[in-house]
């Protein structure tokens, strides 16, 4: 597929662009998480899950991501196992530590709520060529890195 042509743009208007889908995106957020009946930090947790696969996190590794303490990830893991979301097992290698599964039918009913969404960022991207797909993947996997290295230095509450 040939690039489409694209309308120039400076640095200020991407970052308007980006502000403008950070924002979207959070209403977006607090949307589908109650449509699914949990609170976005809840819904992020079991994100991280769902995306861990088998690999499966610990609570350290919850709380890490999503940047709460390990007594505040206690309850997120609290209400997700209440409304049937997660499954906790001991860790093989340490029984001090559990490990965080995510219950097939609680992944289903979630990517019920997103298919719909990511069907239409799935046609978005048919609009670029494979090369603009790299660039805008590179540009998002920096820009996480960038926010993340971000909140260590600058929000992290200890």
């Known amino acids: 597929m040939q690039a489409k042509p694209r309308p120039t743009a400076t640095p200020a208007q991407a970052l308007s662009a980006m502000d403008h889908l950070i924002a979207t995106s959070l209403i977006g957020q607090q949307e589908m998480a109650q449509q699914i009946g ?3 930090t809840d819904l992020t947790c079991f994100a991280y899950v769902i995306e861990a696969g088998e690999n499966l996190l610990t609570a350290g590794d919850l709380a890490a991501r999503a940047h709460v303490t390990t007594g505040a990830v206690t309850g ?3 209400r997700l196992e209440r409304a049937g979301y997660v499954t ?3 860790d093989p290698t340490d029984r001090r530590r559990v490990r965080v599964a995510a219950l097939p039918d609680a992944e289903a009913r979630v990517r019920e709520v997103y ?3 990511y069907a239409r960022l799935n046609q978005l991207f048919a609009d670029y060529s494979p090369d603009e797909i790299a660039v805008l993947t ?3 996997t920096r820009a996480s890195a960038l ?4 909140l260590e230095e600058h929000c992290r509450a200890d």
């Open 38 to 40: 949990l609170n976005v």
């Open 115 to 117: 298919e719909p969404y």
């Open 147 to 150: 926010a993340a290295g971000y």
């Open 76 to 78: 997120i893991l609290n």
């Open 138 to 140: 590179d540009w998002f």
């Open 88 to 90: 906790r097992r001991p």
